[in-house]
């Protein structure tokens, strides 16, 4: 049994979808969670800007004494995925390959839709990862650079002015290809998800990438002998680099209740401490 905490990461609030699940699966873990608020959104970034945030982002929750990483972020996961899991010297757990997991298990026609960020839509990781499962798929891969924002400033609800035709607008190409199953390969994208349903119809599933690297994290762990053992109980820590009160006032709209012990922190830097073994 380890009393350590797991540490889970984003750009921003995304990463909350996968820890509101984590908690869930595993409520008597404690949780450490960073977002990386000032800098958000990275999906509009180039690769070295990516990777070098994001192992800044995985140094800091390593600092924190952790005993894994969640990477809460399909844009990171796409482009520095590889290079963390490398050269992170715990168990790393990202979001391409458990969602495209349950994807391929999920589907009925073959037609797989997905959406995420201009980043990691360029990556072609999600559809290389669903043609290594299954070479006869037909994966559709859509860039939706505006859906972060609008989450991040609170754009979410089922009619909002804003969210509304900007979903109707990026799916409607979706809409005509008879997909039957669509990644939301963004952590952010879950909570557009009934604007999404909306839109595409309930034939279609949804396959929410933070739910799928929460239950993947957990498998981790449970193999590896890493859970503290306790049922209960657990809590969260949260570290941001933008400000705190308007990382609770929206995190306590995706997490359903209030938000506390946040703390704002500065990183910048920490890409150069090592991130491996000899750490």
Same mark, same amino acid.
Do not use: W
């Given at each position: 049994?380890?009393? +350590?905490?797991?540490?889970? $990461?984003? &750009?921003?609030?995304?990463?909350?979808?996968?820890?509101?699940?984590?908690?869930?699966?595993?409520?008597?873990?404690?949780?450490?969670? $960073? %977002?990386?608020?000032?800098?958000?959104?990275?999906?509009?970034?180039?690769?070295?800007?990516?990777?070098?945030?994001?192992?800044?982002?995985?140094? @800091?929750?390593?600092?924190?004494?952790?005993?894994?990483?969640?990477? !809460? *972020?399909?844009?990171? /996961?796409?482009?520095? %995925?590889?290079?963390?899991?490398?050269?992170?010297?715990?168990?790393?757990?990202?979001?391409?390959?458990?969602?495209?997991?349950?994807?391929?298990?999920?589907?009925?026609?073959?037609?797989?839709?997905?959406? !995420?960020?201009?980043?990691?839509? +360029? /990556?072609?990781? @999600?559809?290389? !990862?669903?043609?290594?499962?299954?070479?006869?798929?037909?994966?559709? =891969?859509?860039? *939706?650079?505006? @859906?972060?924002?609008?989450?991040?400033? %609170?754009?979410?609800?089922?009619?909002?002015?804003?969210?509304?035709?900007?979903?109707?607008?990026?799916?409607?190409?979706?809409?005509?290809?008879?997909?039957?199953?669509?990644?939301? %390969?963004?952590?952010?994208?879950?909570?557009?998800?009934?604007?999404?349903?909306?839109?595409?119809?309930?034939?279609?599933?949804?396959? =929410? /990438?933070?739910?799928?690297?929460?239950?993947?994290?957990?498998?981790?762990?449970?193999?590896?002998?890493?859970?503290?053992?306790?049922?209960?109980?657990? =809590?969260?820590?949260? $570290?941001?680099?933008? &400000?705190?009160?308007? $990382? &609770?006032?929206?995190?306590?709209?995706?997490?359903?209740?209030?938000?506390?012990?946040?703390?704002?922190?500065?990183? /910048?830097?920490?890409?150069?401490?090592?991130?491996?073994?000899?750490?």
């Amino acid at each position: 049994m380890d009393p +350590r905490p797991i540490g889970v $990461f984003d &750009s921003g609030l995304g990463g909350l979808t996968a820890l509101r699940e984590l908690h869930a699966l595993l409520p008597g873990e404690e949780l450490v969670y $960073f %977002g990386d608020t000032g800098r958000v959104p990275y999906g509009s970034r180039g690769e070295e800007v990516i990777t070098r945030y994001a192992r800044e982002d995985a140094a @800091f929750l390593l600092e924190q004494g952790v005993k894994a990483v969640v990477c !809460a *972020c399909g844009t990171v /996961s796409s482009v520095a %995925g590889e290079a963390l899991r490398r050269e992170t010297h715990c168990p790393f757990v990202e979001v391409v390959g458990p969602a495209a997991r349950a994807a391929a298990a999920a589907t009925r026609n073959g037609r797989i839709g997905v959406i !995420a960020t201009a980043a990691t839509t +360029r /990556s072609g990781k @999600f559809p290389a !990862a669903l043609a290594a499962m299954d070479p006869g798929l037909q994966v559709y =891969s859509l860039a *939706c650079p505006l @859906f972060v924002p609008l989450v991040e400033n %609170g754009h979410i609800a089922p009619g909002d002015p804003l969210a509304v035709p900007a979903v109707e607008y990026y799916l409607r190409d979706l809409g005509e290809r008879d997909i039957d199953t669509l990644i939301l %390969g963004c952590t952010h994208y879950p909570l557009l998800a009934p604007l999404i349903r909306d839109f595409l119809g309930e034939g279609v599933t949804l396959v =929410s /990438s933070g739910r799928e690297a929460a239950l993947a994290a957990g498998d981790t762990l449970r193999e590896e002998g890493l859970l503290s053992g306790r049922q209960t109980g657990g =809590s969260c820590r949260y $570290f941001v680099t933008d &400000s705190a009160g308007s $990382f &609770s006032s929206v995190a306590e709209v995706f997490l359903g209740e209030p938000v506390t012990h946040v703390t704002p922190v500065d990183i /910048s830097g920490l890409e150069k401490l090592k991130l491996g073994k000899e750490a």
